[in-house]
Nanobody, 117 residues
Framework: QVQLAESGGGLVQAGGSLRLSCAAS????????MGWYRQAPGKQRELVAV???????NYTDSVKGRFTLSRDNAKNTVYLQMNSLKPEDTAVYYC???????????WGQGTQVTVSS
């Protein structure tokens, strides 16, 4: 059973930084892609950043230059470093993982990020 353990959310002032971590367990054949989505109140869930096994990253435009996604393949873990945070970054952040040889993505329980102005 694949499980994702998220950590690192919290409350920070605008301009501050947070680092989110997500560790996947129960992985048998490695992870294809992994990353983060977020959902703000009253809005749809949106992709924040994704990284492939080879390290190719993709970011939504609003976080480019401020967020950095990295992964440790040996630990099946991704890290989202969030700098220069803005109030509009406030949301619940969800980790997702797409293992190799699986047709289904797995999701974490979500971690709250709140940025005060």
């Amino acid at each position: 059973q694949v499980q994702l353990a998220e950590s690192g959310g919290g409350l920070v002032q605008a301009g501050g930084s947070l680092r989110l971590s997500c560790a996947a367990s129960g992985i048998r054949f490695g992870i294809n892609s992994m990353g983060w989505y977020r959902q703000a109140p009253g809005k749809q869930r949106e992709l924040v950043a994704v990284i492939t096994r080879s390290g190719i990253t993709n970011y939504t435009d609003s976080v480019k230059g401020r967020f950095t996604l990295s992964r440790d393949n040996a630990k099946n873990t991704v890290y989202l470093q969030m700098n220069s945070l803005k109030p509009e970054d406030t949301a619940v952040y969800y980790c997702y993982c797409l293992p190799f040889l699986r047709n289904t993505a797995y999701w974490g329980q979500g971690t709250q990020v709140t940025v005060s102005s």
